[in-house]
C-alpha cells in the first residue's frame, strides 16, 4: 500500500444500503477492505451524505436533492447518517458529513486530508455513479492519486457500474477488487 493513503468508504448508511436488491457481498468486501486498512495503519475516513433538520442546504433547483427534499426535511438526519453497523468506524476514526455528492462538497474532508498529509484515496461507496464517480472527479482535479476497490462499490444499474469501472474511471484511477489491493 502507498504511503499518505487512506481509505475513504462512503455513503455506507444503514437507509442506503436498504435502497440496493442486495448489498450483502458489498458489506462483506468492505469489511475486507477496511481490515486490510486498519492492519497496514492506513486511516479509514467515512463519508456520510446528511443535512441539518428542515435541509436548509438543499435547493429545489437541486436535481439530485431537490425531489426528496420534503423526505429529507422531515427525516431524522441523525438516524439517516448512520452507517451500517458491520462497517461502522472504530471511535478513532473520522466521519464527514457532505452535504452534495461528491466526498467534497460540503465537507470538510480536503482539510482532514491535508492535515493528515494524505495524497491518495482508496474509494468504495454508493452509489458508483454518484459519490464515487463525483468523488473521482473532484479528486483527480485536485491531484490524489486514486484507486478504486470496484467490488466495494455499488451502483442500482449494474450496467452503469461495469461501464464505470472497467472504462471511465481507468483513465483517473487504479481498479482493483479488494483482494488485489496491496
Known amino acids: 500500500m502507498q504511503q499518505n493513503t487512506a481509505l475513504l468508504v462512503m455513503d455506507m448508511q444503514t437507509a442506503i444500503l436498504g435502497m440496493l436488491p442486495s448489498s450483502e ?14 492492519e497496514n495503519n492506513v486511516p479509514v475516513i467515512y463519508v456520510v451524505v446528511g ?6 442546504e438543499i435547493s429545489d433547483d437541486n436535481k439530485t436533492f431537490g425531489a426528496s427534499k420534503a423526505l429529507f426535511a422531515n427525516a431524522d438526519m441523525q438516524e439517516f447518517i448512520k452507517i451500517h453497523p458491520t462497517v461502522a468506524p ?20 480536503e482539510v482532514v486530508l491535508r492535515a493528515k498529509g494524505i495524497k491518495n484515496l482508496v474509494l468504495t461507496g454508493i ?3 454518484g459519490v ?6 473532484e479528486a483527480a482535479d485536485k491531484d490524489y492519486g486514486l484507486t478504486v476497490l470496484a467490488d466495494c462499490c455499488a451502483d ?27
Do not use: C, M, Y
Not at 472504530?90 to 474532508?109: C, H, M, P, W, Y
Not at 464515487?132 to 472527479?137: A, F, K, P, Y
Open 25 to 38: 457481498a458489498l458489506i462483506n468486501n468492505n469489511v475486507k477492505a477496511i481490515a486490510k486498512a486498519r
Open 51 to 56: 443535512f441539518r433538520q428542515g435541509t436548509p
Open 90 to 109: 472504530n471511535q478513532d476514526e473520522i466521519t464527514v458529513i457532505k452535504r452534495r455528492v461528491s466526498a467534497f462538497t460540503g465537507s470538510d474532508l
Open 127 to 129: 452509489a458508483t455513479s
Open 132 to 137: 464515487v464517480l463525483s468523488t473521482i472527479r
Open 156 to 182: 442500482g444499474d449494474e450496467e452503469v457500474h461495469r461501464v464505470l469501472t472497467t472504462k471511465i474511471f481507468v483513465r483517473q484511477a487504479d481498479v482493483l477488487n479488494v483482494d488485489d489491493w496491496k
